[in-house]
């Protein structure tokens, strides 16, 4: 099937730039020596869980249990859930993962380390648990000073294995002379904290980081040995906005259809907060996304149906019934609103995806 | 079952609140011989579309094809596609669908009018159409003097049944005096395009339009014979932001688990964007969501599996494993969100429906 032959909207993934990009960060990792355990939040599919094992990752990261047990499919050596796992009918389920893989979850309370253990010890298994810090993002992790309380806690609590340190820098955002300042500020946080470890016995196994922006800056912080980057895999508007990527880096692209064109210097595209993602550009900069024929057109805005483009600034025009190709903002949030993908090379489609850990929300 | 044994997040529905929504539109309809046709894309159930047709209403609307297949269920009497049908997949569809029951759709171009003749006539089927013009959103719809011309050419070609005129008013944010004197300008441009077409001989049989801030202002736009609202069944915070309903009247909320209370005056609530409606309030106003629990809490952020919520202004504190309620702002995006809602009453959960016209995107 060709391209053109698709009906609308449909999320296009070019075969051939996932695959540069999954070898390229898979060679930066073996070079620098990092555990690599992919975020399968970009994609949610199994088959490319499982070609990123092949090429080398250590294990994989999701955020939900839902997501988890999708992801067996891929038989992963290691899972990740690098999100606080809260609730007994939760816990349960990280419990049932562990029996049939290796599960480390990430928290950051001690009331979570207690409500893990309940369920490691009920349910007859070991789960692995990093102590989550914050680094300057605000979101989640307890400040660094406390990460050995957090850590003694995990320590003496039965069924728990205690595998060390993680963190999340979300809030370096490129990496120009600020955001390598602030990575450098991260690297002297999160070192404080592993020999804070070591002094208390705590000694990490692991200390799991790592951001799109700076994912290949990671090996500047000195005390990283993991990386759990998901959006690599796509990349997307926000990863080049971000520094991390070149345009021909961008494997994903929403194929769109012009629908109604009675506004001057206005096309309505066939996708709106129900096809792409609505988040804007954490480095500011206007747009929902890039289209690929004119990049002089600007996405303004979106309802669930409509794509508002401006064609003001464009030397071309679109009519009714045109295809254009748009990058999405956020790759992740997108993937998540279609039940499948397309795998394409050149003009045709080679494979069909069904996005199997889609809306797992629990 | 309980609310309080349901895994989070979940999306919950007032089904007290819901029925007196539906009676009370239903009803004002009738009062005011309006044509009540609700857009199924607040809801995307049969069932509830099934309970508005026994309602009394006309009819379905529906923004997809695909959207209108699943809705077929609901064995409407007649169907509008409220939104162009570009594409000789979907317009296969549509004739399709116009086999199973009445069609109707909305379109702006004389490329749309064509296409869908084409595939009636190759169909062998009659679909009906109403030209839409724009009355201010400048989004969809030719401009009004435009209209006689579009309804010619919708009379001429084959297999098409004209039907009239439709549009959305989607620029009139409240019913405040603003937002009263855009809504007698609607009400001049629609009487005059009604004008138009009588004086053209093509008097429409129905005169589509409607919105939700302006619902029970219906009446006003004199011309109108018809209303298709789709928030009315649940509301949602940006109803009550502009004034069309009470927070009483909101039967939408979103069951959240409080997963991270690190950082000082803030929780973190185990739903991002992958989870709530990422639309930012038209009428202005910050926040995500309204926390039913803390009105004073304002859900300030997200990413795709973490809510932020700043409660440096709550009367209260929430501790990890706590579960909240979140009215969000737009429930049409929220519901495409999840793969399933449950109906309540009181602290008990009575339904549980599959979300079936879900991402239903062509």
Redesign the interface.
């Known amino acids: 099937m060709r391209i053109a032959e698709l009906?609308?909207?449909a999320l296009l993934i070019d075969l051939d730039v996932m695959e540069r990009n999954l070898t390229r960060v898979a060679e930066y990792a073996r070079e620098h020596k990092l555990r690599l355990r992919p975020h399968i939040?970009t994609h949610k599919i199994p088959a490319l869980a499982r070609r990123q094992l092949e090429l080398g990752a250590a294990g994989l990261t999701a955020?939900?249990t839902t997501e988890a047990e999708v992801m067996l499919a891929a038989e992963p050596p290691d899972m990740l859930l690098a999100?606080?796992v809260?609730?007994a009918?939760?816990t349960e389920r990280l419990a049932n993962l562990a029996r049939r893989t290796k599960v480390t979850v990430a928290l950051?309370?001690e009331?979570?380390a207690q409500?893990v253990s309940r369920a490691a010890v009920a349910g007859d298994v070991e789960i692995g648990v990093l102590a989550e810090t914050?680094v300057g993002l605000?979101?989640?992790?307890?400040?660094p000073e406390e990460v050995v309380r957090l850590a003694e806690c995990i320590g003496r609590l039965p069924g728990l294995r205690y595998e060390g340190l993680t963190f999340y820098p979300?809030h370096v955002k490129s990496m120009d002379e600020n955001g390598l300042a602030a990575l450098r500020t991260v690297d002297e946080t999160v070192s404080a904290c592993v020999k804070d470890l070591e002094r208390a016995g705590l000694a990490p196994r692991i200390v799991s980081g790592g951001s799109t922006p700076a994912l290949f800056h990671s090996h500047l912080v000195s005390a990283m040995n993991e990386i759990r980057p998901g959006t690599y895999i796509f990349n997307d508007r926000n990863t080049f906005a971000c520094g991390a990527c070149d345009w021909e880096d961008c494997a994903v692209s929403i194929l769109a259809?012009?629908?109604?064109?009675?506004?001057r210097n206005?096309m309505?595209i066939?996708?709106g907060?129900?096809?792409f993602?609505?988040?804007r550009l954490p480095t500011g900069g206007e747009g929902f996304g890039r289209v690929m024929e004119e990049p002089e057109a600007v996405f303004t805005r979106m309802?669930?149906?409509?794509g508002?483009v401006d064609l003001s600034r464009a030397s071309r025009t679109f009519?009714?019934?045109e295809q254009a190709r748009v990058i999405p903002n956020h790759v992740?949030?997108a993937v998540?609103?279609?039940?499948q993908v397309y795998g394409v090379r050149g003009d045709r489609v080679e494979e069909i995806w069904r996005v199997e850990a889609?809306?797992k929300?629990?």
Do not use: M, W
């Not at 605000?138 to 400040?143: A, F, L, M, S």
């Not at 998540?336 to 039940?339: D, Y």
């Open positions: 009906d609308t909207p939040k955020a939900k999100y606080p809260i609730g009918r939760k950051d309370s009331e979570a409500e914050d605000g979101r989640v992790g307890i400040p979300g259809t012009v629908v109604s064109t009675s506004v206005q309505i066939d996708g907060s129900k096809t993602s609505q988040d309802n669930e149906e409509h508002f009519k009714v019934g992740c949030v998540n609103l279609h039940e889609r809306g929300l629990q």
